[in-house]
Each structure stands twice: as C-alpha cells, then as structure tokens.
C-alpha cells in the first residue's frame, strides 16, 4: 500500500495585471487564461507499506472506528458513512 499527496502542477509561468494606485503599482488577479502549466495531477509517493494480514485488519477497523467517530461528530452523515462502507467492504456496517 502507498500513502501519497496528490497536488495540481505547479505552474511554469503566471501572469497578473497591474494596477497604478497612489504613485505605486499594485499587483492584481492573475489572469488565469495566460497560466503557463502541464495538465492532469502530481501524485508523490510518500510511503510504501507492507502489513501481515492480522496487521491489515486491525488497521482497518481502527480506521472505521475513526469514521464512526466522525459520523457521531457530525463530520460526515451516517448514510454517506453506509454508503462508503457498502462500497468499500461489499455491505459491512461499521
């Protein structure tokens, strides 16, 4: 297993207008038209994993009871909670 960040390229070039104010010039929005950047997603690899099996599943239910947390929190409503588990783990509620 992987744990990455996923980011937008970061651009090669951008461009603002510039504005004359009060015998000074002030930087405005950036004219996103002429952003200079490649397309799609960076995606880095921070870590790579390897659990046994036992590991695996106590990893997992840690991480359903931090979504059961969230859900009691308000966080995330529980039927996207059911939704997300059924998807996930084929009908298993947390």
Known sequence: ?????????????????VRYVDAG?????EQMDRREAREGLIREIEA????????????????LAKLSELSSLGVIEK????????EVLGGEQP
């Open 79 to 86: 039927d996207e909670l059911r939704r997300l588990v059924n």
């Open 25 to 29: 010039f002030q930087i405005g929005d």
């Open 48 to 63: 790579q994993r390897i659990m046994d099996p036992h590991t695996t599943v106590n990893v997992t239910m840690w991480l």
């Open 1 to 17: 297993m992987a744990v990455y960040n996923q980011r937008a390229p970061i651009p090669k070039a951008v461009q603002h207008s």
